[in-house]
């Protein structure tokens, strides 16, 4: 399936971020915390969006974030996996706490007497094409040196919703369903053309979904979206297997300066031949 046109903006936006923080939709956002925390609240007017629209970090903003009673919630979509996200969260949370401190929340950060503020939860939703178990704990300790005993710990749930990854939760959040059903028909999809892949998609989606009058109302952008998240996955696929060659190179380059194989060697199991082996590592006989 191929893109027809390419797209270039400063950050980019996701369907996810679409359905789910958009204040229209508070209803939604909502199913998706009663299912993510086992709760029934029935006020979407309850949810307080608190997305920091213009934090950018690896090129990516913000995806969704809010606050539920006594809880903040920080929720991201991940269609390349990244055991990085713990440090990504940091830097969102130390913004939107910022912001909250500042505001009238009734927060007094001066007052010798302990302040209460909301506890933070921090959820990734991950819909790649790796395999991945249905929920893994992301730690930002993992960064650090294991024997520096960091006084910083960020803890991420990355969650699976790919169709077919923990049934109860989609269930349990008609829209998340809905949303994951409809990402696996367009990646699935025979169309050549992936504009094509959505429009096919959105015909295709039963017509009781409750996202499906929004997507189609929306085409437009939902392709955008769609689009700008299909080549960003594209793109760091390419950066890794460029890294993986990389790294292959690197080595036999290695093997042949201590003598342990030689230059013909080395372009063969590299699959070239010796004057391309020459020209893509700089490497003389």
Same mark, same amino acid.
């Given at each position: 399936?191929?893109?027809?046109?390419?797209?270039?903006? &400063?950050?980019?936006?996701?369907?996810?971020?679409?359905?789910?923080?958009?204040?229209?939709?508070?209803?939604?956002?909502?199913?998706?915390?009663?299912?993510?925390?086992?709760?029934?609240?029935?006020?979407?007017?309850?949810?307080?969006?608190?997305?920091?629209?213009?934090?950018?970090?690896?090129?990516? &903003?913000?995806?969704?974030?809010?606050?539920?009673?006594?809880?903040?919630?920080?929720?991201?979509?991940?269609?390349?996996?990244?055991?990085?996200?713990?440090?990504?969260?940091?830097?969102?949370?130390?913004?939107?706490?910022?912001?909250?401190?500042?505001?009238?929340?009734?927060?007094?950060?001066?007052?010798?007497?302990?302040?209460?503020?909301?506890?933070?939860?921090?959820?990734?939703?991950?819909?790649?094409?790796?395999?991945?178990?249905?929920?893994?704990?992301?730690?930002?300790?993992?960064?650090?040196?294991?024997?520096?005993?960091?006084?910083?710990?960020?803890?991420?749930?990355?969650?699976?919703?790919?169709?077919?990854?923990?049934?109860?939760?989609?269930?349990?959040? &008609?829209?998340?369903?809905?949303?994951?059903?409809?990402?696996?028909?367009?990646?699935?999809?025979?169309?050549?053309?992936?504009?094509?892949?959505?429009?096919?998609?959105?015909?295709?989606?039963?017509?009781?979904?409750?996202?499906?009058?929004?997507?189609?109302?929306?085409?437009?952008?939902?392709?955008?979206?769609?689009?700008?998240?299909?080549?960003?996955?594209?793109?760091?696929?390419?950066?890794?297997?460029?890294?993986?060659?990389?790294?292959?190179?690197?080595?036999?380059?290695?093997?042949?300066?201590?003598?342990?194989?030689?230059?013909?060697?080395?372009?063969?199991?590299?699959?070239?031949?010796?004057?391309?082996?020459?020209? &893509?590592?700089?490497?003389?006989?």
């Amino acid at each position: 399936m191929s893109n027809s046109k390419g797209v270039n903006r &400063k950050y980019k936006d996701r369907l996810f971020t679409f359905i789910f923080g958009n204040s229209e939709n508070k209803a939604w956002t909502l199913s998706l915390y009663n299912a993510v925390n086992g709760s029934d609240y029935t006020n979407p007017d309850d949810i307080i969006l608190n997305t920091i629209d213009n934090v950018v970090y690896m090129g990516m &903003k913000n995806d969704v974030s809010f606050l539920m009673g006594d809880m903040m919630n920080f929720y991201e979509q991940q269609s390349t996996f990244n055991p990085n996200m713990p440090m990504r969260f940091l830097i969102y949370a130390g913004m939107v706490y910022s912001k909250y401190i500042e505001g009238d929340n009734g927060y007094h950060r001066f007052s010798k007497q302990q302040q209460k503020a909301p506890t933070p939860k921090c959820v990734c939703f991950y819909n790649g094409t790796d395999s991945k178990q249905d929920r893994i704990i992301l730690s930002l300790s993992d960064s650090f040196d294991k024997d520096s005993q960091p006084d910083i710990e960020v803890k991420v749930t990355m969650i699976n919703i790919n169709y077919g990854h923990n049934k109860d939760l989609l269930n349990a959040c &008609k829209p998340l369903n809905e949303y994951s059903w409809f990402i696996d028909k367009v990646r699935n999809s025979k169309a050549s053309v992936f504009e094509e892949a959505i429009d096919i998609a959105l015909t295709e989606m039963p017509d009781d979904f409750i996202i499906k009058s929004f997507l189609i109302a929306n085409r437009a952008e939902v392709k955008r979206m769609c689009i700008t998240e299909y080549d960003e996955s594209r793109t760091l696929a390419e950066q890794r297997e460029e890294g993986r060659i990389e790294g292959i190179l690197n080595t036999l380059v290695s093997l042949v300066k201590d003598n342990i194989i030689t230059l013909s060697d080395a372009a063969q199991r590299a699959n070239m031949t010796v004057t391309e082996f020459e020209l &893509k590592t700089g490497l003389k006989a």
